[in-house]
């Protein structure tokens, strides 16, 4: 995990994505198959964590790289859980 320092371009909020100060960006590698990153943003849900911005890196050999900004104080237990 890396900490995110600065605001960036979103959907919320007249465009801008104000993170959490104590948010993470976490990569991730999924299948890449229908309901993958469903049940990942399910999972962060469940657990109290924020999404505050996801993007979709690219996709090789049935698997996709995935960017998530997330804060919550159960961060660790969350990705411990995947």
Same mark, same amino acid.
């Given at each position: 995990?890396? +900490?995110? +320092?600065?605001?960036?371009?979103?959907?919320?909020?007249?465009?801008? @994505?104000?993170? +959490?100060? *104590?948010?993470?960006? @976490?990569?991730?590698?999924? *299948? &890449? *198959?229908?309901?993958?990153?469903?049940? @990942?943003?399910?999972?962060?849900?469940?657990?109290?964590? &924020?999404?505050?911005?996801?993007?979709?890196?690219?996709?090789?050999?049935?698997?996709?790289?995935?960017?998530?900004? @997330?804060?919550?104080?159960?961060?660790?237990?969350?990705?411990?859980?995947?």
């Amino acid at each position: 995990m890396s +900490s995110w +320092s600065q605001p960036s371009r979103g959907a919320s909020h007249g465009g801008k @994505v104000n993170p +959490s100060p *104590r948010a993470h960006l @976490v990569r991730l590698r999924l *299948r &890449d *198959r229908p309901g993958s990153l469903a049940a @990942v943003a399910a999972h962060f849900a469940a657990s109290g964590v &924020d999404v505050h911005r996801l993007e979709v890196l690219g996709c090789e050999g049935g698997f996709a790289i995935d960017d998530f900004l @997330v804060s919550g104080p159960e961060l660790d237990a969350a990705l411990d859980g995947l």
